[in-house]
């Protein structure tokens, strides 16, 4: 005999039951911690097969950061050795960037136009030669690997004519050149700053108990609040500021005559241009 059914039995066979608050919870939980056990496994395996090699392979450095590093070395020792000091103080003149030589009789000459780039390739000194030879390793490094030659390339001309763009508008009837590859390095430092915090607002909120314990889970979360309610431009704009506070004090304390302005010019052009990119509104 078969057993009657009212027709509730069926309907309730195919009721959806979603899970509530606490389940969902604690599969959010799971699921990031098992993220966060795959990313620590990706970085052990990753630092096991680097194990044998060196600490720097500069073979591996991308095709325009080997370029941009070699040839301010070359440069660098060409003048150097191969003038004397009274020369290289011209050289300096000549194809440094001089904002009185466009505005105080400009004399359309070779070197005067090419100056705006061409003053990236003479240095101070061997320790400003060393800072940006290392800086350049790093910054440009990274966005290389991240945009190709061909955008960094550009990307670097850029940042270094802003720069100098930066430095004419402040001073511009200065007869003090400015010299260096610092504006187009602080053009990748900009864009590799902004790319990171961007990775940071992004990432897993989920932190070993190690991370709790040294303070940098509280430091992550706390950046990424702040973040979260302003984006990066708040680290953005702190960053410039302290470019400018350095390049100062560094002045006022005798450590040098730091054109701030220059690596400032870079700085914004640098930000601006990766904002850009991203938003697919330039291509390099």
Known sequence: ????????????DKVVRFP???ERQRREEERLRAQYKAERQ???????????????NFGRVPVFTRFLVASLIVV???????????????????YGFVPAHFTRGF??????????????FLHGGWLHLFFNVVTGLVFCLFFER????????????????????????LAPFSDVPVIGASGGLSGFFGAMLLMM????????????SAAYYNGQAAAQIKMRRMMGRYGPWPLVVVWGVLLVVLGMASSLLGAGDVAWS????????????TFLMQKGKIRL
Not at 42 to 56: D, L, S, T, V
Not at 107 to 120: E, K, M, N, Q
């Open 42 to 56: 990706a970085e052990k395996e990753a630092r096991a097969k680097n194990a044998g090699e060196p600490f720097f």
């Open 146 to 169: 991240v945009y190709g030659v061909r955008a960094a390339a550009l990307f670097f001309v850029f940042c270094a004519l802003g720069g100098a763009g930066l430095y004419f508008a």
């Open 197 to 208: 915090a961007q990775r940071l607002q992004a990432q897993s909120s989920y932190y070993s």
């Open 76 to 94: 660098h020792l060409v003048v150097f050795f191969g003038f004397s000091a009274s020369a290289r103080y011209g050289l300096v003149e000549t």
């Open 262 to 273: 220059a690596h400032l010019g870079g700085y914004i052009t640098g930000v601006a241009l």
């Open 107 to 120: 004399d359309w000459s070779f070197a005067t136009l090419i100056s705006p780039l061409s003053h990236v």
């Open 20 to 22: 509530d608050i606490s």
């Open 1 to 12: 005999m078969k057993k009657k059914s009212n027709g509730h039995d069926q309907k309730a």
